[in-house]
């Protein structure tokens, strides 16, 4: 499977040049280039990549700013003409840190390593069964076990568990893809774990006496999801 990615580098020839790099690598996808941290931000608040070339300096916010305002961590390839921000950018857990101009070989080296890190996750876990989310400056680890469901929030979502909620900052679209095969989306403002629901009359499902709407769209998907008799 081909890595997604995206550029972001305020430098216009190191981002064509890396640009040309991605476009001529049969592993990589290459989804959009952005020249600042806060354009990036942005559209990862709304679409899911496996790998980020990632300048460390840019006016405004910087590479390190961008990882730290980041809700889900994707593999990350650090991008400088200088050497002294490897030991930080590794505190980051980036996969690879890559010196300007960047040769060909290199490039390929640090693609390996991408596709090699890409490879254990998958074959080590074929599905996650928790989900990392940042609140209060931290991440916390939430295990699908305690989801019952998600609600959309105009451009947060709310993250309901047994015990309490988190109102994390991203899209239904982009927790649709990370949540496992236990959850559905029923309507477009929620997403249940078919697990924990009680009972479904009509176009209702009923969750932790959560009324739940299923729209007409989303009601096959469902009811060929469960277990029925």
């Known amino acids: 499977m081909k ?6 580098d305020d430098e216009i020839m190191a981002r064509k040049s890396l640009q ?3 476009e001529q690598h049969e592993s990589l ?16 608040t709304t679409e899911a990549v496996d790998l980020i070339w990632l300048d460390v300096e840019m006016p405004g916010l910087s590479g390190f700013g961008l990882l730290e305002n980041l809700t889900a961590m994707p593999q990350v390839v ?11 950018a590794f505190q980051y857990q980036v996969t690879d840190y890559l010196q300007k101009p960047i040769t060909m070989p290199r490039f390929k080296l640090a693609v ?3 596709l090699e890190l890409a490879s254990k996750k998958t074959s080590a876990s074929p599905e996650r069964q928790e989900i990392y989310i940042k609140t209060e400056g931290r991440y916390i680890r939430l295990p699908y076990t305690d989801i019952l469901y998600v609600e959309n929030v105009g451009d947060y979502v709310k993250i309901n568990t047994k015990t309490q909620s988190h109102v994390v900052h991203t899209t239904m679209k982009y927790l649709e893809e990370k949540l496992g ?5 029923v309507h477009r403002s929620f997403i249940v774990h078919l697990d924990r629901i009680v009972d ?30």
Not at 3 to 8: D, S
Not at 181 to 185: E, M, N
């Open 3 to 8: 890595q997604r990615c995206i550029i972001v």
């Open 20 to 22: 040309r790099l991605c």
């Open 29 to 44: 996808e290459l989804l959009n280039v952005f020249e600042n941290a806060e354009a990036a931000l942005e559209y990862l």
């Open 78 to 88: 650090m991008t400088t003409t200088k050497t002294e921000y490897a030991f930080n």
């Open 112 to 114: 390996e390593k991408v």
């Open 181 to 185: 095969s236990a959850f559905l989306r």
């Open 200 to 229: 479904i009359e009509e176009n209702n499902l009923v969750i932790a006496n959560k009324v739940i709407p299923i729209s007409r769209a989303n009601k096959p998907e469902l009811m060929n999801r469960l277990n029925m008799l």
